[in-house]
């Protein structure tokens, strides 16, 4: 089971907006809607941004948004702020109750 | 509130077997899937498997077949991942997290394991 593809790293300026993609197939990310992010700052658990390719708990800004097409899913984080500076990751159900992650993704607001 | 509280640091030699712990509160305990992810220093998040403990029922991803073991008490809603055959590549910290539906929505505070001579 191989990791799902994610940019190794994407920048923006605040108050920009940055997409990171996450190519999977047709085996995880392109067979079910179970796409989740997470964002994690150094030393710290991740933290869960989007579940089920664009849904958002409670208390996570409507600037982060989520969609899929095909085998690709794309986190979009509009209005950028400093605070977003993070590495995030991407996350689908892989069947046979079993998940697999992307590489990750190091944003940085410039 | 959902809290997940993991054991201490661990120090291992190649070649043995660590086991951590992930206690729940708040919540049903057995209700919910409870998942282990690692991350080795400067790499990515990696699924290692999860458990439903209601039902005492673990899946692993691959990898790790063979070689990890993930259980539960539910008199105690603690969740372990005892890894085995351990070797310097297995240094990371260790997660678990509950799944909520499909994603992993809780987190516990990682357990840092070092595999060193």
């Known amino acids: 089971q191989s990791a799902l593809t994610q940019p190794r790293s994407v920048s923006g300026s605040p108050g920009q907006s940055v997409t990171i993609s996450c190519t999977g197939t047709?085996?995880?990310?392109?067979?079910?809607?179970?796409v989740s992010w997470y964002q994690q700052h150094p030393g710290k658990a991740p933290k869960l941004m989007i579940y089920?390719?664009?849904k958002r708990p409670s208390g996570v800004p409507d600037r982060f948004s989520g969609s899929k097409s095909g085998n690709t899913a794309s986190l979009t984080i509009s209005g950028l702020q400093a605070e977003d500076e993070a590495d995030y990751y991407c996350?689908?159900?892989?069947?046979?109750?079993?998940?697999?992650f992307g590489g990750g993704t190091k944003l940085t607001v410039l | 509130q959902v809290q997940l509280v993991q054991s201490g640091a661990e120090v291992k030699k190649p070649g043995s077997s660590v086991k951590v712990s992930c206690k729940a509160s708040?919540?049903?305990?057995?209700?919910?899937?409870i998942s282990w992810v690692r991350q080795a220093p400067g790499q990515g998040l990696e699924w290692m498997g999860r458990?439903?403990?209601?039902?005492?029922?673990?899946n692993y991803a691959q990898k790790f077949q063979g070689r990890v073991t993930i259980t539960a008490d539910k008199s105690t809603s603690t969740a372990y991942m005892e890894l085995s055959s351990l070797r310097s590549e297995d240094t990371a910290v260790y997660y678990c997290?509950?799944?909520?539906?499909?994603?992993?929505?809780?987190w516990g505070q990682g357990t840092l394991v070092t595999v060193s001579s």
């Open positions: 997290a509950r799944v909520e539906g499909w994603e992993l929505r809780y």
């Open positions: 708040g919540g049903t305990f057995s209700s919910y899937t």
């Open positions: 458990i439903i403990p209601i039902l005492g029922i673990a």
């Open positions: 047709s085996s995880d990310v392109g067979g079910y809607n179970y």
């Open positions: 089920d390719v664009s």
């Open positions: 996350c689908s159900y892989a069947g046979s109750y079993t998940f697999v």
